[in-house]
Nanobody, 124 residues
């Protein structure tokens, strides 16, 4: 089990950038795959990006490919989401999630632990 705390959300103008961080506590974080998901008002939670336990494999939703970058630092028990060229459609609560299996997944149900979320608002 890992506990996750997101930070770095906020209000940004369209075209701007934000960097989200997710700090994990608990044993064996380095063996977990990590993911970022988001949920906009009135919509279901959707996949954004995922990274495997080694950091070698990453997968992105088509809507963020080329704009967002997921990374991790196992020495710091942290995962990051660098978001560039933000648009109003990126406005959502962003959640960090951990998957004990270690392999990447785009499915909500494959993740074992979730953070509380951090709000990202992009003004147009």
């Amino acid at each position: 089990q890992v506990q996750l705390i997101e930070s770095g959300g906020g209000l940004v103008q369209a075209g701007g950038s934000l960097r989200l961080s997710c700090a994990a506590s608990g044993r064996n974080f380095r063996y977990y795959a990590m993911g970022w998901f988001r949920q906009a008002p009135g919509k279901e939670r959707e996949f954004v990006a995922t990274i495997n336990w080694t950091g070698v494999t990453t997968v992105y939703a088509d809507s963020v490919k080329g704009r967002f970058t997921i990374s991790r630092d196992n020495a710091k028990n942290s995962v990051y989401l660098e978001m560039n060229s933000l648009a109003a459609e990126d406005t959502a609560v962003y959640y960090c999630a951990a998957r004990s299996a270690g392999r990447v997944s785009e499915r909500n149900d494959d993740y074992d632990n979730w953070g509380q979320g951090t709000q990202v608002t992009v003004s147009s």
